[in-house]
């Protein structure tokens, strides 16, 4: 599938536009708010059938930004596409001396995981040829799968099925 924009690379508004939302009362900690408020928030999005959800917090907004992020982490597995331009301006701006730089939880990492994901699928699973297209090292381009184990675990059941090694993480 070609895909001009990822998915997951998209503002809220446009990411929430191709999805269907679902908020749900949860029981649990949080007391009589979350008993009566529908704090939950489940996302799907609609092209590739990904899912998220997030109940953990009493307000629907903190639940929703929650759910949006691990929305865009699903994408980033699950999504691929062909790129035109990579690295990125995005992966250029986080990656400096082979290095890639950023933390699990900021907003840039799904973009970056699925630039990732892409690039390791139009070079075969091949780690030296995707780090090279992507001006880092091949152990930083690891580091960056091993921070997510779902991603990491899709590389090496698809390393594996091409008689390549696993990547530890």
């Known amino acids: 599938m070609d895909v001009a924009v990822h ?10 536009a191709g999805c269907d939302v679902r908020r749900q ?4 900690p949080g007391g009589q708010h979350r008993n009566k408020v529908e ?3 489940f996302v799907t999005h609609r092209d590739s059938g990904a899912t998220a959800q997030a109940t953990e917090a009493r307000s629907q907004q903190v639940n929703m930004r929650q759910a949006l992020f691990r929305l865009r ?3 980033a597995r699950g999504v691929r596409g062909r790129r035109g331009e ?3 301006p995005r992966w250029c701006a986080r990656a400096a001396g082979g290095k890639i730089r950023v933390s699990t939880t900021h907003d840039d990492f799904p973009a970056l995981l ?19 297209r992507l001006a880092v090292t091949g152990s930083q381009l690891g580091r960056l799968l091993g921070q997510d184990p779902p991603a990491l675990e899709a590389v090496n059941r698809e390393r594996a ?3 390549l090694r696993t990547l530890v993480r």
Do not use: H, N
């Open 7 to 16: 998915p997951c690379e998209l503002d809220d508004a446009a990411l929430m």
């Open 25 to 28: 009362r949860r029981s649990g």
């Open 114 to 132: 699925a630039e990732a994901l892409d690039v390791l699928t139009e070079a075969e699973f091949d780690v030296p040829t995707a780090a090279q």
């Open 73 to 75: 982490l699903e994408l």
């Open 161 to 163: 099925a091409r008689g």
């Open 39 to 41: 704090t939950g928030v």
């Open 86 to 88: 990579s690295p990125s």
